[in-house]
């Protein structure tokens, strides 16, 4: 391929919602609209662990991160719109996230993969393992962006 706007046609970022400004976020964005690239967000709910849903006799419905998820899509599809850069999709996914985020690549035939990782400080950066397992286990490069 003859630039690197060719090489990355599909980027896949994966944001939680936690930062009013995902920092991920922002960069896929600034990346799709400067190479032209068709931009996909994954948000990916986390399962209940077994011995939770052992212990309970009902499954609630959790009005909490429901809306905590549908803040999330808008505010993807606002930074989105603002930069001029139109999302292909947004998919909420169940599960693992790094096994969710790696499977969705795969599925989409994605060029890259942008996620957020969390810093504490600059003197003690570890990864998470969500991040190690993600870039181990990822079919394209992974773009690592300290939140």
Not at 17 to 25: E, N, P, Q
Not at 35 to 43: A, F, M, N, Q, T
Not at 95 to 120: F, N, W, Y
Request: positive net charge; contains cysteine; glycine residues 4%.
């Amino acid at each position: 391929m003859s630039n690197i706007g060719e090489a990355l046609r599909r980027i896949l970022v994966a944001v939680d919602g936690r930062s009013v400004r995902d920092k991920a976020l922002q960069q896929a964005i600034y990346l799709a609209r400067s190479l032209g690239s068709e931009l996909y967000v994954i948000i990916v709910r986390q399962r209940q662990p077994w011995y939770e849903v052992l212990a309970m006799d009902v499954s609630f419905p959790r009005p909490d991160i429901e809306a905590n998820i549908e803040e999330t899509k808008h505010q993807a599809l606002r930074l989105a719109a603002e930069s001029g850069v139109a999302l292909s999709s947004i998919v909420v996914a169940k599960g693992r996230p790094a096994a969710e985020i790696v499977r969705h690549s795969k599925k989409l035939g994605c060029d890259l993969t942008v996620v957020g990782q969390r810093t504490r400080s600059l003197k003690r950066l570890r990864t998470s393992h969500t991040v190690r397992e993600v870039v181990s286990r990822s079919p394209c490069p992974v773009l690592v962006v300290p939140v």
